[in-house]
């Protein structure tokens, strides 16, 4: 379920900029890993929020959403947790300013769907950012200053 059609996607990864990972690794061979990757390819800002790792990509790595520094503006956040810990995710998310909220293929969680869609933020679940962004062909973003 999304709150957005292909055409609202198109829009969305065509506007943000900015983009806080939660559960991003540090390990290359996770999918994790290789979708930020993809995403700093297509020069995105990947902000990484693992509470394990110091740094993920290049970036400082937060424990949390809330941890992130306010000047940093996130346009999305990513998630890559399971769908039982997505809840105090989307919680932190819409404290912070209500970004646009992804859960990656896989990642359900009905209760905090709705949450946020009644805060009128758009949400993705259970699709692959990198995915949609290939099958989309967004171009590429401009690289913050």
Not at 53 to 65: D, H, K, N, Q
Not at 83 to 93: H, I, L, Y
Request: proline share 10%; with cysteine.
């Amino acid at each position: 379920m999304s709150s957005v059609d292909d055409a609202g996607m198109r829009e969305l990864l065509g506007r943000i900029r900015t983009i806080a990972v939660v559960g991003l690794s540090d390990k290359p061979e996770r999918d994790s890993n290789e979708v930020a990757r993809y995403l700093k390819a297509q020069g995105y800002r990947v902000i990484p929020v693992n509470p394990s790792v110091p740094t993920v990509l290049g970036e400082r790595s937060y424990p949390s959403l809330t941890a992130i520094p306010p000047e940093i503006s996130i346009d999305l956040v990513d998630v890559f947790r399971r769908s039982d810990q997505v809840g105090p995710v989307v919680e932190e998310a819409l404290a912070r300013g209500r970004p646009a909220i992804w859960l990656q293929l896989g990642v359900e969680n009905p209760e905090a769907v709705k949450k946020a869609g009644a805060a009128g933020v758009p949400f993705v679940e259970n699709l692959c950012i990198m995915q949609q962004h290939r099958r989309l062909k967004v171009p590429p973003a401009v690289a913050p200053g």
